[in-house]
């Protein structure tokens, strides 16, 4: 396994773990529910919130078959990108995180994003909807 393979599987598994703790907070208990392993591996999907199916990424344009939105999120350290991949029996809204500094750490890049996180899944979910409407 490459060095920027490990970086990128401990900053989305470090994301995911935030992620929760930001669902649960924001919109209740029942918000939030890991995937299992046959959603994680025939679905690509990491979690969901509120029924929607979403796979964070670290570089979003290395996603097959994911239709990118123009929408994106800009920050000083940062960017980051929503799309929807249709390769599976569902839609899956994807959430690409690209920084601009501290590559080769990936708790440095989550501390960066972290007090973002709560408006990087509002916007995310709500392009998805926007796009696909209300998941089921």
């Known amino acids: ?5 490990g ?9 995911v773990d935030k992620a929760g703790m ?12 890991g995937s299992n392993i046959i959603q994680y591996k025939y679905n690509g999907v990491d979690f969901f919130v509120n029924g929607i199916p979403i796979d964070i990424s670290l570089g979003i344009p290395n996603k097959g078959l994911c239709k990118i939105s123009d929408k994106s999120i800009n920050l000083h350290f940062g960017r980051i990108n929503f799309g929807i991949r249709h390769r599976y029996k569902f839609p899956v809204l994807v959430i690409g995180f690209d920084s601009y500094v501290h590559r080769n750490n990936y708790k440095d890049m989550v501390d960066l994003f972290y007090p973002h996180l709560q408006n990087i899944m509002k916007s995310g979910m709500d392009f ?9």
Do not use: C
């Not at 396994?1 to 393979?5: E, I, V």
């Not at 970086?7 to 994301?15: C, H």
């Open 1 to 5: 396994m490459s060095m920027w393979h």
């Open 7 to 15: 970086i990128k599987v401990e900053f989305e598994s470090e994301i």
């Open 22 to 33: 930001v669902s649960v907070s924001t919109w209740g208990g029942n918000a939030f529910s």
């Open 128 to 136: 998805f909807k926007e796009h696909l409407g209300e998941a089921t």
